[in-house]
């Protein structure tokens, strides 16, 4: 199979004649960052990184969602980092939307296209560069990584989203499936970062109520999304940030598949006494 294509941001400016009339939102249960917004003021800059820049999607904010932060990045070429993440604490998640770039984990160097996928635990020693002759963009996942007594951290793996075969859900005839980077079993993980795909006219048929914690990027397509009591028309290049227990469904609107790239928070009890998540 070959490689998709997925919506990145273009960065720039909206011109002065554009109205200012917009699909952004922010409520106590949910958060709607439509592409539009994504343009060059609103890039973050960060230590040790050059010819990169970064759309923050999503961060930790006490009373809302927690556990997690979500960025695009834009490497230009001949940029990257030999120190890119200074917090050793952090896990991340790196899914490649645009161009290539080279990471080195450890001693192994790997090559990560379009659809390139990397589980990169905490304390890991990892680089980051863009070799190639275009501009590679990626998003960027990092969680606290939560320990276990008894368990094993996980290692680090690198795949692509075309070696995996996504897993219908039940009783869905495949109109709805999951493509699963982690063995759901293997509590070693403490998130999960999967590709959701509806086909056109899919639904997710209940209001999901849960404890996990969502950021939603949708990779293709168009949908009408339930968040909390709303419905919200969403597209490629839009983002969904959900706090726990948001009440979510979707109708996938076609002509094409709706897919996202989803993280949620799993495998650990909840803490007692204070926020967030823990052993």
């Known amino acids: 199979m070959s490689p998709r294509s997925y919506y990145t941001p273009q960065g720039g400016l909206p011109p002065q004649t554009q109205i200012l009339t917009d ?17 060059d003021i609103v890039t973050s800059y960060l230590p040790f990184w050059q ?16 556990t997690f932060s979500q960025y695009i990045a834009e490497v230009q070429p001949g940029g990257g980092s030999d120190r ?8 991340a998640v790196l899914f490649v939307v645009e161009g290539e770039i080279e990471l080195t984990i450890g001693d192994a160097v790997h090559r990560l296209g379009v659809g390139g996928y ?14 190639d002759g275009a501009a590679a963009k990626f998003h960027w996942i990092r969680k606290s990584y939560e320990p276990v007594e008894g368990l094993e951290p996980p290692e680090a ?26 063995d759901m079993a293997d509590m070693r993980h403490d998130m999960h970062v999967t590709i959701v795909t509806f086909q056109p006219g899919a639904v997710i ?22 968040l909390n009591q709303d419905w ?19 109708y996938a609107g076609g002509p094409v598949e709706f897919r996202y790239l989803l993280y ?14 823990g052993v």
Not at 118 to 131: C, D, F, H, S, V
Not at 216 to 224: Q, R
Not at 264 to 272: E, G, I, Q, T, Y
Request: net charge neutral.
């Open 232 to 250: 919200v028309e969403v597209e490629a290049g839009d983002y969904m940030w959900l706090r726990a227990f948001c009440p979510q469904a979707c």
């Open 157 to 182: 793996f690198v795949t692509n989203e075309n070696d995996v075969a996504p897993t219908p859900m039940p009783g869905t005839d495949g109109k709805w499936a999951t493509t699963r980077f982690v």
């Open 23 to 39: 699909r952004a939102m922010f409520t106590e249960a949910y958060a709607v960052i439509p592409k539009g917004t994504l343009s």
């Open 205 to 226: 048929p209940f209001a999901e109520t849960h404890v996990m914690e969502h950021g939603l990027y949708v990779l293709e397509g168009k949908a009408v999304y339930r």
């Open 84 to 91: 890119p993440e200074c917090d050793a604490g952090a896990e």
């Open 264 to 277: 949620k928070d799993v495998n650990r009890h909840m803490r007692l006494g204070g926020t967030g998540r």
């Open 118 to 131: 990397a589980y990169i635990p905490a304390a890991a020693k990892w680089t980051l560069w863009n070799k």
């Open 51 to 66: 010819e990169a820049r970064f759309w923050v999607l999503s961060r930790p904010l006490s009373g809302f969602a927690e």
